[in-house]
């Protein structure tokens, strides 16, 4: 015997809508869809945002690991002048910035200086800036030989050069003092052309002492 089933009746509050229909009378749908759509996109939003500045972050981290690479190299090329053996100058060095380029991080050129006590280097693009800094382990001037003479023949009257030794009543304090001063002042190079790096001696005479002061040069 065939038992015959009986039809079920849903409570109408399940009962199934035509998704036009339903929309169309209910208020609080089109609401919570609205808010549903909003929320994907603003999370979709912040998530790209996201993304983006992370790549960002990351090319700007090159840069920087780039650029303090360049004032290492910099900084290495004058320190090896000032350990030529002591009392004695150094050969001409010519250093090329050319660590960067098409093949590099930068896009463009960055700008370099040196002071008595330090070479810097620094990068901008897109409103944002970078630096590198490094300690110099050497006496550094950024001078070359003939302005550097010039200034010491103008303050005592002698060049410190081996034939014209600066002597009393200047000391060797006097003139250390005189070209640590002059070495607070940074110079600006220009990245596209050639730096010159030489050791150069001062000679200051205490009556038949001869003492000598070693300095590396650098300068465009």
Known sequence: M???EKNTILPCNILPYNDFQYFRNNDRAWID?????TALIFASIIILAALYHLSADFQQADKQRQLDAIAQDFRSAIDSAGQSPHGTSSSNISYSFDAYGPEG???GQPDA???GEYVGMSYGENNRTIYAVKPLTYKTLPYNETIMRNKLLNRFSASGE???PIVSPFTYLNVSDFLTTLGTKEKNLNTSAKVHIVKTLIHVQNGTEVRELEYVLVYQ
Do not use: G
């Open 162 to 164: 081996l034939a014209d």
């Open 2 to 4: 065939k038992i015959r």
């Open 33 to 37: 869809l609205i808010l549903s759509k």
């Open 113 to 115: 200086w040196v002071s």
């Open 105 to 107: 991080q930068f896009t």
